[in-house]
């Protein structure tokens, strides 16, 4: 099963151990390292194997370079000050401990700064493949090793400055949809074939094959307006995958003032996770035969649920 964050932060059932940690005003909060038992270490360190061995010839060549260059194959959860020492001479990001989803404001804030908030809990053994809220696991195995990329780490950074414009405009939602479907769900086209990029998917063992190797979902040429378009699925696979041609690419469509676009999608419509149209460059089209047979309890996009 994918990543799903349909429990909101502080459900009742949380597994989560530092829902009561004090948080300073940036929401940030001591990790606390020494804290983690050798059953949690233990559990990341089998995350993180079974991840890499389904990974390999899945994802993209950088996130296993970064991942190794950042030394995260070390045993155990990492220490995210150590590692922040690592990442900042490479590409002058930081890796913060948080509780939880922070607000978007925060979290917009945070990037802003090159600095990447990380659920400092592990998830529970119950929970290996079947996340309700981000985790360390996915927050840094997933998340991390493209923040020492340069280039993906500046568009990082310029998401996080676009994020308060889109607040102030009201179109949060197509902002959130941009991070969805390339940060959580992206992949990258290689010479070899296509390649895992996104966060969420490098961190579901299903879904890193599932986006790649099944036949029921649509693979579709990056393209911003249309992602900003694309509802989404918030608990279940992706119905739609959308391919980027490198991250020089996603950075260059990036780097600039989304007003003139906001301003067109404030009168386009919307388009189902599962929909594809006219102008579409589709590389796969799905048949869509695991969406036919799924749960109807699917939960769509909001406001951001990146
Ligand atoms: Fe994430």
Same mark, same amino acid.
């Given at each position: 099963m994918s990543i799903a964050f349909k429990e909101r932060p502080g459900s009742a059932d949380s597994k989560n151990r530092y829902l009561h940690a004090p948080r300073h005003a940036d929401f940030t909060i &001591?990790?606390?390292?020494?804290?983690?038992?050798?059953? /949690?270490? &233990?559990?990341?360190? *089998?995350?993180?194997?079974?991840?890499?061995?389904?990974?390999?010839?899945?994802? =993209?060549?950088?996130?296993? !370079?970064?991942?190794?260059k950042l030394k995260l194959s070390d045993s155990g959860i990492p220490d995210m000050e150590k590692l922040s020492d690592r990442l900042e001479k490479i590409s002058g990001w930081r890796v913060v401990p948080v509780v939880e989803l922070v607000p978007d404001e925060v979290f917009f804030n945070h990037l802003a700064n090159r600095r990447f908030p990380a659920g400092a809990f592990i998830r529970p053994e119950e929970e290996m493949d079947y996340l309700k809220e981000p985790d360390v696991f996915h927050d840094i195995f997933g998340h991390v090793p493209l923040l020492a990329n340069p280039v993906y780490a500046d568009f990082m950074q310029a998401y996080g400055k676009g994020g308060?414009? #889109?607040?102030?405009?009201?179109?949060?939602?197509?902002? #959130?949809?941009?991070?969805?479907?390339?940060?959580?769900?992206?992949?990258? *086209?290689?010479? !070899?074939?296509?390649?895992?990029?996104g966060a969420g998917i490098a961190s579901s063992a299903t879904e890193s094959v599932f986006a790649l190797e099944s036949d029921s979902p649509h693979r579709i040429a990056f393209d911003l307006d249309r992602v900003m378009r694309s509802r989404y699925l918030i608990d279940d696979f992706q119905q739609t995958y +959308?391919?980027?041609?490198? +991250?020089?690419?996603?950075?260059?469509? =990036?780097?600039?003032? +989304?007003?003139?676009?906001?301003?067109?999608? !404030?009168?386009?419509?919307?388009? /189902?996770?599962?929909?594809?149209? !006219?102008?579409?460059?589709?590389?796969?089209?799905?048949?869509?035969?695991?969406?036919?047979?799924? *749960?109807? &309890?699917?939960?769509?996009?909001?406001?951001?649920?990146?």
């Open positions: &001591d990790q606390d390292w020494a804290s983690y038992s050798a059953v /949690e270490h &233990d559990r990341w360190d *089998r995350l993180f194997k079974r991840s890499q061995a389904i990974l390999r010839g899945r994802a =993209c060549d950088d996130f296993f !370079a970064m991942t190794n308060r414009r #889109a607040m102030q405009l009201g179109r949060l939602q197509n902002l #959130a949809r941009l991070y969805w479907y390339t940060v959580e769900f992206g992949l990258i *086209r290689s010479k !070899a074939g296509l390649r895992i990029f +959308f391919v980027i041609d490198s +991250f020089e690419k996603l950075l260059d469509e =990036c780097y600039r003032d +989304f007003g003139p676009i906001y301003e067109r999608l !404030a009168t386009a419509s919307d388009i /189902e996770p599962h929909e594809v149209i !006219a102008s579409d460059e589709v590389l796969t089209k799905g048949t869509l035969a695991y969406f036919k047979k799924m *749960r109807n &309890d699917t939960t769509l996009d909001r406001p951001g649920a990146a």
